[in-house]
């Protein structure tokens, strides 16, 4: 586990950190934690951050927060890392948001611990603001992209309002960290959740991507209703399920809803109305029938192989 080689590091090259006076809790963000010097700096950054309308003011939040780690505010390590993950007002850094996380974890920050697990990187790289009194780098201008025709998943989320934007944001970068398709990722949380955080089905199926208890076990998923843990966890099963049926979505997304066990048992798309009405649904937004998959992470489904024979 990073938290681990980490320490190491952040004992030996980081004893000018000081500890913060404050623990975030995971519902609260930390604001008084090191004086009024260190409190006016957060403040400042975080309202920079609340009102940015371009990079440039997302830039600014960064700079201030970068001051604000060096001084140990773990609040600030924390947003500086999600800045990082996410390209927002400084370039895209897996690296450096894992060291930003794991820098605040280590002093018992539970959001940065949860992205932490959910960034899925090792890092001791820490950016060079926060090492030394120096700005970060600005993101870089976007490249244009030519448009294409919207897919049906892309008219759905246009439909939905602005308080949910968050949400396709941290999927799209999830899904990129795990190499899924975040339209696929999207498709499954429309049809399980309607986006909708605090979910729960009669069969105690929870969150965003709806994990049942035995599934975020699984994938180590410790609060199913944080929305980057549940994300994280729903992909490493998708993931997992598209290497067990080889890339076949329809596969893949009927064993999400039903287990493998009830796909593997029909051959297929077991009989349930449930399952039926899920997939059909799904295959409305999310119009591949294939998607790539990763063959070292299981041994394919054994009925795929005698799906070959019964043709020979």
Not at 109 to 134: G, R, W, Y
């Amino acid at each position: 586990m990073l938290r681990k080689t980490i320490g190491i590091f952040l004992c030996c090259s980081m004893l000018f950190f000081m500890a913060s006076a404050a623990v975030s809790s995971p519902e609260s963000s930390e604001v008084s934690e090191g004086g009024p010097k260190l409190d006016a700096l957060l403040l400042k950054a975080i309202s920079y951050e609340a009102s940015a309308e371009s990079h440039d003011d997302l830039w600014q939040a960064a700079a201030i927060y970068c001051e604000a780690s060096r001084l140990g505010s773990t609040e600030a390590q924390y947003r500086l890392g999600m800045l990082y993950a996410f390209g927002k007002g400084v370039p895209e850094n897996r690296a450096f948001a894992a060291s930003m996380f794991s820098m605040a974890s280590q002093q018992g920050h539970a959001k940065a611990f949860d992205m932490l697990e959910t960034v899925n990187f090792e890092s001791q790289i820490l950016p060079a603001c926060v090492t030394s009194d120096t700005m970060p780098e600005k993101r870089p201008p976007p490249v244009s992209e030519p448009t294409e025709h919207p897919a049906p998943i892309d008219l759905y989320l246009e439909s939905l309002p602005g308080s949910k934007s968050w949400i396709i944001d941290l999927a799209n970068k999830i899904s990129d960290w795990y190499e899924i398709d975040p339209k696929l990722v999207l498709s499954i949380i429309t049809v399980e959740s309607e986006f909708e955080t605090k979910a729960r089905s009669p069969k105690s199926a929870m969150g965003l991507m709806q994990l049942i208890p035995a599934t975020a076990e699984r994938f180590n998923v410790k609060n199913a209703y944080n929305a980057s843990q549940n994300i994280r966890g729903g992909i490493e099963y998708l993931r997992w399920l598209l290497s067990y049926y080889c890339g076949n979505i329809e596969l893949a997304t009927a064993a999400y809803n039903a287990g493998e066990k009830a796909v593997d048992h029909y051959l297929g798309i077991p009989p349930y109305p449930e399952t039926r009405e899920y997939v059909k649904r799904l295959k409305k937004l999310y119009l591949r029938s294939t998607h790539p998959y990763d063959k070292n992470i299981t041994e394919p489904s054994p009925i795929l192989t005698k799906r070959v024979t019964s043709r020979k």
